[in-house]
């Protein structure tokens, strides 16, 4: 299996533009999570599912952010209009419900001039 | 809110060297894992503990488990370059969808 798999790997963009990254679980996998990271703040959880369906977005900073899961093999988180403190690595983990070891992606380096 | 505090922030020595990083929770772990993540990389996982005074060796690393399931700490032995990362403990408790809560960190540097 090649893993959770997200892309773009790096973005620059200036504030106010719309930003997308995207995430392709493990096969088999049924809970996906998006997490922030930053030297500030650490490993923060914005939002998971549990079979393509939202359970938990309290960890989303604010309205500019958004999260779907249209099907089991992939999942956007958007930010619009993003903003320069959005900057941080955007990591995407699977997990099988039952097991609670969560494998990360690589993670998405944004940067918001 | 479970609160989990991980000491100390930084830690820089020397290849050789042996080192011990700990994690502490406000309430009872449900379970406690360890992942180390490396620079560029997302974090992986190392062990998993679940029962209290529970005692866990993977090559150079040793887990410990505290008996009241508050705390853990992991011991590094001999360490190596190869060790350089963030290392974060995570409770697995209070949902059943395979959520997290993961502590700050411990960023640990080692010179060769």
């Known amino acids: 299996d090649a893993g959770v798999i997200q892309s773009p790997r790096h973005e620059v963009t200036e504030m106010g533009q719309e930003v997308t990254l995207r995430c392709k679980p493990i096969s088999g996998h049924n809970s996906l999570f998006w997490y922030r990271q930053t030297m500030m703040r650490g490993l923060e959880l914005l939002i998971y599912?549990?079979?393509?369906?939202?359970?938990?977005d309290s960890g989303m900073p604010e309205d500019r952010f958004s999260a779907k899961m249209p099907n089991a093999s992939f999942s956007t988180l958007k930010i619009q209009p993003s903003e320069p403190r959005d900057s941080a690595v955007y990591f995407c983990?699977?997990?099988?419900?039952?097991?609670?070891?969560?494998?990360f992606g690589p993670g998405t380096r944004l940067t918001v001039t | 809110t479970q609160l989990l505090e991980q000491s100390p922030q930084f830690l820089s020595i020397q290849e050789g060297e042996n080192l011990t990083v700990y994690c502490n929770s406000s309430?009872?772990?449900?379970?406690l894992q360890w992942y180390r993540q490396e620079p560029g990389e997302g974090p992986v996982l190392l062990v998993t503990v679940v029962t209290g005074g529970e005692v866990k060796k993977l090559k150079r690393l040793t887990f410990q488990f505290g008996d009241a399931r508050k705390d853990s700490s992991l011991h590094i032995t001999a360490a190596q370059t190869g060790d350089t990362g963030l290392y974060l403990c995570?409770?697995?408790?209070?949902?059943?969808?395979?959520?997290?809560?993961f502590g700050q960190g411990t960023i640990l540097t080692v010179h060769p």
């Open positions: 983990a699977s997990t099988l419900k039952s097991s609670y070891e969560q494998y």
């Open positions: 309430s009872v772990f449900s379970s």
């Open positions: 599912f549990n079979n393509n369906v939202p359970i938990d």
């Open positions: 995570a409770d697995a408790g209070g949902t059943s969808y395979g959520k997290l809560t």
